[in-house]
Nanobody, 114 residues
Framework: VQLVESGGGLLQPGGSLRLTCAASGFTFSNYRMSWYRQGPGKGRELVATITSAGGSTNSADSVKGRFIITRNNIKNTVYLQMNSLHPADQAVYYC????????WGQGTQVTVSS
């Protein structure tokens, strides 16, 4: 199983960013996918989840209305569109699949600072 995140970076408050997670090594379209994040000095928290076919999503209250999770089962990729970023959104963002009792990507850093 391999999950490779990309798209992180440094941006100012109010900016937008799209994270990408490329998956391989399992039947991607069979599994729910999630994004988590871990901010400085904080525990890892669930940001958003999307069902296997992409028909249903869930997101944390702190990002509702700003972040959108989508997936492409042809490209074996899951995305996180992040809008109106706050400094509190600064974190390492991780891709997660429940396949094989759970697998994580290596993470991508998002820094929000003026």
């Amino acid at each position: 199983v391999q999950l490779v995140e990309s798209g992180g970076g440094l941006l100012q408050p109010g900016g937008s960013l799209r994270l990408t997670c490329a998956a391989s090594g399992f039947t991607f379209s069979n599994y729910r996918m999630s994004w988590y994040r871990q901010g400085p000095g904080k525990g890892r928290e669930l940001v958003a989840t999307i069902t296997s076919a992409g028909g249903s999503t869930n997101s944390a209250d702190s990002v509702k209305g700003r972040f959108i999770i989508t997936r492409n089962n042809i490209k074996n990729t899951v995305y996180l569109q992040m809008n109106s970023l706050h400094p509190a959104d600064q974190a390492v963002y991780y891709c997660y699949t429940s396949y094989n009792d759970g697998s994580w990507g290596q993470g991508t850093q998002v820094t929000v600072s003026s």
